[in-house]
């Protein structure tokens, strides 16, 4: 059994209510008999980019198993390059920040799907050339896409102003290629849809969820900044179904 504890959207900012709602999540994962085998956090890990953020974004994720991140919206690659050095391994500099990763007999293939100082999303066509170029090397267990941004329209009016652009080339990449589950982030919201013949997950925002706008919120924002923070788990058996659950700890 290979368990993937999946976090996202920390938005570390510096101050104790975003630091308090990550060590929730990352307290609990701690807590287990058992440990998991990778902790993946699918970015937007600072809210601002700043280097003192990524400096609090290393502490927060320094736990006794492999930690995979990779960025989001929020995030600015060349201060997450530094601060995160001990977690990021990537070719190049700058943006884009794409790795492919080997944990414990999985391959995580993190793909950077933002765009420099803009909120939405695409993966540009020399990203799916690489992109298709690792999905086709040979590898022999399970297999997982993760990004910031989903592959899907939230159905949401803030949210889908930020959405990952030109989803058509990107699905005609990932088609029939061997892919797990595709791992996301960026709509605060847990989320179960399929892709291109694949299933997408989407772990919960840890910061705050973005409930549908026909959903009651507790400010006049679209976010709501006290719902429980909470983190996905994904299992993977050979010769059995994948499976996630979604877990709110108090
Ligand atoms: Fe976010
Ligand atoms: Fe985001």
């Known amino acids: 059994m290979y368990v993937i504890a999946h976090l996202s959207d920390p938005h570390l900012d510096g101050t104790e209510e975003a630091r308090a709602r990550l060590r929730r999540i990352t307290s609990y994962v701690s807590s287990f008999s058992r440990p998991v085998d990778v ?26 198993v492999p930690v995979l ?3 989001g919206n929020h995030d600015v690659s060349s201060p997450l390059r530094t601060g995160l050095a001990s977690f990021v391994t990537s070719p190049g500099e700058g943006h884009p920040v794409h790795q492919v990763r080997d944990v414990g007999g999985a391959r995580f293939v993190l793909v950077d799907s933002t765009v420099p100082g803009a909120d939405h999303g695409l993966i540009s066509p020399d990203s799916l050339t690489w992109l298709d170029g690792v999905l086709r090397e040979p590898f022999d267990g399970p297999l997982f896409v993760a ?12 949210m889908d102003q930020w959405k990952l652009e030109q989803q058509a080339p990107l699905a005609e990449v990932l088609t029939a290629k061997p892919i797990t589950a595709i791992l996301t982030g960026h709509v605060h919201t847990a989320i179960t849809t399929t892709f291109a013949g694949h299933p997408v997950l989407g772990a919960p925002g840890i910061r705050s969820t973005v409930p549908y706008d026909f959903e009651p919120t507790p400010t006049t924002s679209f976010l709501d900044p006290t719902a429980h923070p909470g983190l996905a788990l994904h299992v993977h058996s050979p010769g059995e179904p994948f499976q996630t659950t979604f877990r709110y700890p108090l």
């Open 39 to 64: 902790v993946l956090v699918t970015g937007d890990l600072a809210d601002h980019g700043l280097p003192e953020e990524y400096a609090e974004v290393a502490s927060e994720l320094s736990l006794d």
């Open 69 to 71: 991140v990779l960025p």
């Open 147 to 158: 990004m910031h941004h989903p592959p899907l329209n939230l159905r949401h009016p803030v």
